[in-house]
C-alpha cells in the first residue's frame, strides 16, 4: 500500500468441505512422486486407503452423530474421497495436498502476498481486477488437478481498510483485534470454570483447587492468552483478572509474564516444620487447617489463633514451632465457620498418599472467604 497512499485489496477463499473431498488418488500420487522409499510408500499407502467409516468405537451418543451435516461426513461418501479431520495424518497429508495449490499460486500467478492456513487462504493485490483474475485461475486449477472447489459463500474481495477476518483475528493496517466470537468463547468457558471450582453458600465462598480442574483451567487460559499474544490485546488481558477476579486465586503472574498456579508449592521439604512454616508465611493472614493423618493440627502462631479465635485448648503449651493444638477431621466445617464468623478466611492443608523424602506431601484444598472479603 506504499505506507496507506494506495488501496489494496484482499481475497479471501476457502475450500468448499475440504477434507471429505480430499482425492484419495490425488494424494496417494503426489507422495509416490516424492517418495522414493517403498515402506513408507507402502505405509502411506495403507494410512490414506484405510476407511474410518468401518470397525470404528463411537465416543459419544448415536443422535450427535445424526446432527453432523451430510456433505461435512465420511458416510455414504466413495471410498477414494475424504480423510478424517482428527486425525494427525490427516493435517500432515492436507498439506501436502495443498502444497500444489500454493507452488501454482506464487510461481505461475506470481502472486507475492499469499497466505494460507490449510483451506483457508488470503490473496493481496492494489488491482481489484487482478485478484478477480486469479480467482477464475485459482477455481480451473482446484478442480482440475485437485478435484476441491472453492466455497462461493465465503468468497470475499474487498479493501484491506475493512479488516481482514482471519484465524479468530481481525487484521487491519495498522492494528490486530481478536475476533467477539474468540472472546466470547473464552467467557462462556470461564463462567463454566467457575461454577465448577466456586461454590457458594450462606456467604461463605469457597474456593476449590481439584488438581484436574486447575490444570484445565490453565490449559484454557494458556491456550487463549497465545492467541491473544499476536494482537493488540493489552487492556482486554488486564480486564480479564479484574472482570473474572476469582482467577487471582489461582494463578500470578511471573515476570517472564508467565501464568503460575496459586497453589504450587515445593516438591521437597526438609521436615513437617519447614513445611508448615512455608504454608503459614503464604497464608499469613488465614486460620490455617493443616492435616496431620486424621487430625487438622495448628502450630506456633497458628496455635495462638486457634485458641484465641476457634476456642481450642493447647496439647502443647511450649514456644514456638512446639506450641500445638488440633481438632479431628470430623469438625472441620464447624470450625471453619467458625473462623469465617470471626472475620478470618480458612485454609485447608490436606495431606496426601504421596510421600516425599523426608515427609507427606500436602497441598491447598480449599480456601473458605467471607461474602464481604471475597
Not at 513445611?275 to 496431620?292: G, P, S
Amino acid at each position: 500500500s506504499h505506507n496507506q497512499t494506495r488501496p489494496v485489496y484482499y481475497m479471501q477463499l476457502d475450500i468448499k468441505n475440504f477434507f471429505p473431498q480430499i482425492d484419495k488418488p490425488v494424494l496417494n500420487k503426489l507422495i509416490r512422486s516424492k517418495c522414493k522409499d517403498q515402506d513408507i510408500k507402502w505405509l502411506t499407502q495403507l494410512i490414506i486407503y484405510h476407511d474410518p467409516t468401518k470397525d470404528y468405537k463411537p465416543r459419544s451418543p448415536k443422535e450427535l452423530l445424526l446432527r453432523v451435516p451430510k456433505q461435512k461426513s465420511l458416510f455414504d461418501r466413495s471410498h477414494n474421497k475424504g480423510l478424517p479431520i482428527g486425525n494427525l495424518t490427516s493435517q500432515f497429508f492436507a498439506n501436502i495436498y495443498l502444497n500444489e495449490l500454493d507452488q501454482y499460486v506464487k510461481h505461475h500467478l506470481k502472486s507475492k502476498f499469499y497466505m494460507r492456513y490449510v483451506d483457508d487462504f488470503i490473496l493481496l493485490h492494489h488491482d481489484k481486477t487482478q485478484l478477480v483474475e486469479w480467482l477464475q485461475h485459482i477455481q480451473v486449477f482446484l478442480k482440475s488437478r485437485l478435484k476441491l472447489e472453492l466455497n462461493q459463500k465465503s468468497t470475499k474481495i474487498q479493501p484491506i481498510s475493512n479488516g481482514i477476518n482471519f484465524l479468530g483475528y481481525i487484521i487491519r493496517p495498522d492494528y490486530i483485534l481478536c475476533r467477539n466470537r474468540v472472546i466470547i468463547n473464552l467467557k462462556e468457558k470461564l463462567h463454566a470454570f467457575e461454577k465448577q471450582l466456586i461454590s457458594r453458600q450462606d456467604g461463605i465462598f469457597r474456593v476449590s483447587y481439584n488438581d484436574a480442574s486447575v490444570c484445565s483451567l490453565l490449559s484454557t487460559l494458556n491456550s487463549y492468552l497465545g492467541h491473544f499474544k499476536h494482537a493488540d490485546t493489552h487492556r482486554l488481558k488486564k480486564k480479564l483478572f479484574i472482570t473474572y477476579y476469582w482467577l487471582n486465586y489461582y494463578f500470578y503472574i511471573t515476570p517472564e509474564k508467565r501464568l503460575k498456579r496459586f497453589d504450587d508449592s515445593p516438591k521437597n521439604f526438609r521436615n513437617l516444620h519447614t513445611q508448615y512454616l512455608y504454608f503459614m508465611r503464604k497464608f499469613h493472614y488465614a486460620i490455617i487447617f493443616f492435616q496431620v493423618g486424621c487430625f487438622y493440627e495448628f502450630y506456633d502462631q497458628q496455635a495462638v489463633r486457634a485458641v484465641n479465635i476457634l476456642g481450642l485448648k493447647y496439647i502443647k503449651k511450649k514456644f514456638g514451632f512446639h506450641k500445638r493444638t488440633g481438632i479431628g477431621c470430623k469438625g472441620l466445617t464447624k470450625y471453619i465457620n467458625k473462623a469465617i464468623q470471626n472475620g478470618y478466611t480458612a485454609v485447608v492443608i490436606q495431606q496426601q498418599d504421596h510421600v516425599m523424602v523426608n515427609t507427606k506431601k500436602r497441598k491447598l484444598a480449599d480456601i473458605y472467604i467471607a461474602k464481604k472479603n471475597f
